[in-house]
T-cell receptor, first 112, second 116 residues
Framework: AQTVTQSQPEMSVQEAETVTLSCTYD???????LFWYKQPPSRQMILVIR??????QNATENRFSVNFQKAAKSFSLKISDSQLGDTAMYFC?????????FGTGTSLTVIP | EPEVTQTPSHQVTQMGQEVILRCVPI?????FYWYRQILGQKVEFLVS????????KSEIFDDQFSVERPDGSNFTLKIRSTKLEDSAMYFC??????????????FGEGSRLTVL
């Protein structure tokens, strides 16, 4: 069975500071994709960053980067220089085949 | 920028009533999905749809649920006889490619269903 666990239901960070959101997953697959999606209040989910499991290099997208530890099945998201617009629910997701599995989400609040 | 649109944004219905949630996926996308999120819980996969048929469905997607693409643009989710536990946010998503070649889903803003 594929599972995704986000152990931090809520987090907060001061504007301009760095925050790390954790995610672990469980799978017997060897080839898969991992994602972080962001859901601002009353808005649709949008893709933040994607990581292919076969790539050892951690993905980065501007202020967003991941720490992908395949052996540990860990996929954390680091947000640098946090901005007020980063306030949102963040979902870690796992794709195998044609089906996504999502975690329960981490609600991040950026404090001015 | 193209986006997935969903209607209604919020629907309140009585238990036992039929509900249809509508979605307009991005026009060149081929794969369509419905997910739901019960308040405070994780986003759960319901069904995927490709080439006018269901390609995968979860245990949640029982006989009370159905999907169709009636006119080449809309993608609908029908709940035949709603139950209290169907109250959730329902997200439609689409993707250009499926599975290992892609990975990016584009989500709509969701339709909140409240069953009384």
């Amino acid at each position: 069975a594929q599972t995704v666990t986000q152990s931090q239901p809520e987090m907060s960070v001061q504007e301009a500071e760095t925050v790390t959101l954790s995610c672990t997953y469980d799978t017997s697959e060897n080839n898969y994709y991992l994602f972080w999606y962001k859901q601002p209040p009353s808005r649709q989910m949008i893709l933040v960053i994607r990581q292919e499991a076969y790539k050892q290099q951690n993905a980065t997208e501007n202020r967003f980067s991941v720490n992908f530890q395949k052996a540990a099945k860990s996929f954390s998201l680091k947000i640098s220089d946090s901005q007020l617009g980063d306030t949102a629910m963040y979902f870690c997701a796992f794709l195998t085949g044609n089906q996504f599995y999502f975690g329960t989400g981490t609600s991040l609040t950026v404090i001015p | 920028e193209p986006e997935v649109t969903q209607t209604p944004s919020h629907q309140v219905t009585q238990m036992g009533q039929e509900v249809i949630l509508r979605c307009v996926p991005i026009s060149n996308h081929l794969y369509f999905y419905w997910y739901r999120q019960i308040l405070g819980q994780k986003v759960e996969f319901l069904v995927s749809f490709y080439n006018n048929e269901i390609s995968e469905k979860s245990e949640i997607f029982d006989d009370q649920f159905s999907v169709e693409r009636p006119d080449g643009s809309n993608f609908t989710l029908k709940i035949r006889s709603t139950k209290l536990e169907d109250s959730a946010m329902y997200f439609c998503a689409s993707s250009e490619l499926a599975g290992r070649g892609s990975g990016e889903l584009f989500f709509g803003e969701g339709s909140r269903l409240t069953v009384l």
